[in-house]
Nanobody, 131 residues
Framework: QVQLVESGGGSVQAGGSLRLSCEMS????????VGWFRQIPGKEREGVGS???????SYADSVKGRFTISKDNAKNIVYLQMNTLKPADTAMYYC?????????????????????????WGQGTQVTVSS
C-alpha cells in the first residue's frame, strides 16, 4: 500500500525559503508522477506543480521561477523547494502520487496539476508566510 508523508512545513517571513519533503513507502517514486497542491480553508485545492517519472516538470504561473520540484531516488523522497515566499503562499501543502499517465497532460501543457489525476495523498504540512 502506497503511503505518502509530508514534512518541512513551518512559519517563515516573506522572502524566505522552505523545503517540503514527501516520502513514499510501499513503492518508489520512479514509478509515479508527483503532484504538489495547496489549500486554504474555505477555498478549492490549487495545483502547485508536478513532475513525471522522467523528471519533466510543470508549475502554476503563481509559483514559476520560485518553486522547484526535485527527487532523491536513493531516499525515495520528493522535494518542493520554495523560495522568495509570499504571504499568498500560506496554505496547507499536500503531495500526491499518480501511478499512471494522467498527470502527463498538465505537464505537456506546462500547467498546474489536476487533483483528479492523483490516487494517493499525504496528510499535508502547513506553510505560513508572514509579511
Amino acid at each position: 500500500q502506497v503511503q505518502l508523508v509530508e514534512s518541512g512545513g513551518g512559519s517563515v517571513q516573506a522572502g524566505g525559503s522552505l523545503r517540503l519533503s514527501c516520502e513514499m513507502s510501499g513503492s518508489t517514486w520512479n514509478e509515479y508522477c508527483v503532484g504538489w497542491f495547496r489549500q486554504i480553508p474555505g477555498k478549492e485545492r490549487e495545483g502547485v506543480g508536478s513532475m513525471n517519472r522522467y523528471s519533466s516538470r510543470s508549475y502554476a504561473d503563481s509559483v514559476k521561477g520560485r518553486f522547484t520540484i526535485s527527487k532523491d531516488n536513493a531516499k525515495n523522497i520528493v522535494y518542493l523547494q520554495m523560495n522568495t515566499l509570499k504571504p499568498a503562499d500560506t496554505a496547507m501543502y499536500y503531495c500526491a502520487a499518480d501511478p499512471g499517465t494522467r498527470c502527463e497532460l498538465s505537464i505537456r501543457l506546462d500547467g498546474p496539476p489536476r487533483d483528479t489525476d492523483y490516487n494517493y495523498w499525504g496528510q499535508g504540512t502547513q506553510v505560513t508566510v508572514s509579511s
